[in-house]
């Protein structure tokens, strides 16, 4: 997409430039798009509105971690840009909820138009995105606290942590496994081309397709994958608190075998 291409489609119905992130997909090879900048200022020209659909909407720089580059909400609203919509689930981790800022004139024209009432969210939604954004004021807290954030930032020496301590309580009940190297993916269609290095601990003294069938049916189901019939779990979305589980499904699943 070039610049002439929004400038030919205007006319005298237009009344908004609107660009949409390629959030759950990837378009590559020879691609062009246009940036905000550059919309915004050509929105101004015809006196139009610009907005950007930003997503994800995330307000840490992730490339500072390692992680790859997504345009930020501060970035996006010093464009020049009227409008921006993000999720306030995705990356942000707060909420499922979508969230609107932008021009005063034109955030308090939305807020008289009779659909806000259709869309609207509870207080309980409300609430739980002051808890997210609030936690945002410090960005370190927001990386320790936030499950999303610090799933997606930690370091990887923490996973490994987390694998050693599932290798030896499966070592305890005599299960033999063996830590491998994975690429977690970021999900909810955020990020579809970033992966994280990771760590998942693999079992090797049980069939895998035997286990996997058996951990779907359990009260707490367990989603690992199985390779080389090897049934593997990811370590990146274990928290410490689910370690029990986890140790008893493998032993109910010792019991039956
Ligand atoms: C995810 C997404 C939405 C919808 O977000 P919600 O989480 O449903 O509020 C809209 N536009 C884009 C570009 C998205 O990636």
Redesign the pocket.
Same mark, same amino acid.
């Given at each position: 997409t070039h610049l002439a291409d929004y400038q030919k489609a205007i006319n005298e119905n237009t009344s908004m430039l609107l660009k949409?992130?390629t959030?759950?997909y990837h378009i590559s090879g020879f691609t062009k798009s246009v940036s905000n900048k550059e919309i915004a200022e050509l929105a101004k020209e015809h006196r139009i509105i610009s907005m950007e !659909?930003?997503?994800?909407g995330v307000l840490i720089d992730f490339s500072k971690y390692g992680q790859k580059k997504e345009p930020t909400i501060f970035e996006s609203l010093s464009s020049g840009i009227d409008l921006i919509?993000f999720?306030? !689930?995705?990356l942000l981790g707060g909420p499922?909820?979508?969230v609107i800022i932008g021009k005063k004139e034109l955030i308090s024209k939305l807020k008289k138009n009779q659909f806000l009432r259709a869309f609207r969210v509870c207080k309980m939604t409300i609430s739980a995105l002051e808890f997210t954004f609030k936690q945002y004021v410090d960005e370190k807290v927001a990386i320790e606290k936030n499950p999303t954030l610090n799933r997606i930032l930690e370091p990887i020496s923490e996973v490994f942590k987390r694998a050693e301590v599932l290798k030896n309580l499966l070592k305890d009940i005599e299960i033999d496994s063996e830590i491998i190297e994975t690429k977690a993916i970021i999900g909810g269609?955020?990020m579809p081309d970033a992966t994280i290095n990771s760590y998942g601990v693999a079992i090797t003294s049980l069939d895998g397709k035997q286990v996997e069938t058996a951990f779907l049916k359990e009260d707490t189901p367990i989603v690992g994958r199985v390779q080389n019939n090897q049934f593997f779990i990811d370590l990146k979305t274990i928290h410490s608190d689910e370690y029990s589980i986890i140790i008893k499904n493998f032993k109910k699943f010792l019991e039956r075998v």
């Open positions: 949409v992130h959030s759950n !659909d930003l997503g994800s919509t999720s306030g !689930d995705k499922q909820c979508g269609g955020s």
